[in-house]
């Protein structure tokens, strides 16, 4: 059973368009995240939150908007997409409450979106 | 500001070992990551050391030292399969996670 899933794996775009990630956890945990990692590698925070309550936002454009329908459930929307957005997306989760950070994160597969 | 420092990419022999270093500075300490990740997968936890001291996993071990602010994860007996990028991560003060950038750590036969 897979703990964290995302879907799309893949999700290739025209600069401008609108596109949706979607998450999913059932490991029964408090708090989901989302970040992006570069072509550095380097991981980096954009949301998290706790019980459909949003905890962190990063500074990251207002393009970019979480949408938490359930504590299970976290997806990511991207309006007006730019050359920039082209990155791996991950989704995590872990049991932390309210923000803070004590938990293992477990991560799903990632989405690798490219915007041409 | 809040900065973790891991070198960039070290090479090992396989059945040798490697010990990656991690130093932080942080606001704060509580608590420090130390996830694998192999490329173009997720990040995959490792361990986690709260208390100064080396914790032991099978062919894994990660050591901190609070007062030094620094962290290392050894590795033993290395197998081809560990060839990955080996990510850093410190909770500070305010209960957030400060990321490294990682580690890749490439195996030679």
Redesign the interface.
Known sequence: DTAVSQTPKYLVTQMGNDKSIKCEQNLGHDTMYWYKQDSKKFLKIMFSYNNKELIINETVPNRFSPKSPDKAHLNLHINSLELGDSAVYFCASSQDRGGVFTDTQYFGPGTRLTVL | GQNIDQPTEMTATEGAIVQINCTYQTSGF??L?WYQ?HA??????LS?NVLDGLEEKGRFSSFLSRSKGYSYLLLKELQMKDSA?Y?CAV?DSN???I?G??T?LIIKP
């Open positions: 509580n608590g990551f990740q173009g997968e997720a990040p995959t936890f986690y990028s990510l909770i209960y957030q996670l990321w950038a990682g890749k």
